[in-house]
């Protein structure tokens, strides 16, 4: 069933097919949507990814700083570079999740374990509670999402680009 929504005529779908609406950083790191005319011709706002797991380059909201949706974004690769690139720092900042290069030791095969990996942001070690804790985001098992014991998620986004000895660990978890 779908809902009829009254149409908000201040809404932006982005890319914007006439090019008036633009993207961009601030000197002070927010992300401007900049309008051509209306009351509020530049606004500060935040992307937040309607399904941040299974699709986090589509169905990106921009909010403002009361939550009100300004903009949206249906597939973040449709932007040009230069105003995709600021949307997906924000993105990544709003969003800290470390991803593992590699998997430098584990405790056991069986959870709970704990186990030892290099990041992007350093090394880190994590509690595992059981098998769940891993979990597939994609139908080939490719791209992982690990939480720890202590709620902080890790990400894998190619389990082939790990090292050989890092996926063999891998490997007797998934």
Known sequence: MTANLPANPDLV????PQGRVQLRPSDHGELLLCRPSGPDTIVAVQPVASFSLSAPRECISLVDAHGREQAYIQRLD?????????????LAWRDFIPVITA????????????????????EATL???????????????????????????FAIPGVAALPKASRKLLARFI
């Not at 779908?13 to 914007?16: I, K």
């Not at 998997?103 to 350093?122: A, H, K, L, M």
């Not at 891993?134 to 690990?146: M, P, S, T, V, Y």
């Open 78 to 90: 449709d932007l040009p570079p230069s105003q995709r690139a600021p949307v997906e720092a924000a």
């Open 127 to 153: 509690h595992l509670q059981s098998e769940d804790d891993i979990r597939k985001l994609d139908a080939e098992g490719q791209h992982l999402r690990i939480t720890a014991k202590n709620g902080l998620q």
């Open 13 to 16: 779908m982005l890319p914007d």
């Open 103 to 122: 998997i430098v030791s584990v405790s056991s095969f069986s959870t709970p374990s704990v186990w030892q990996v290099e990041t992007d942001r350093g």
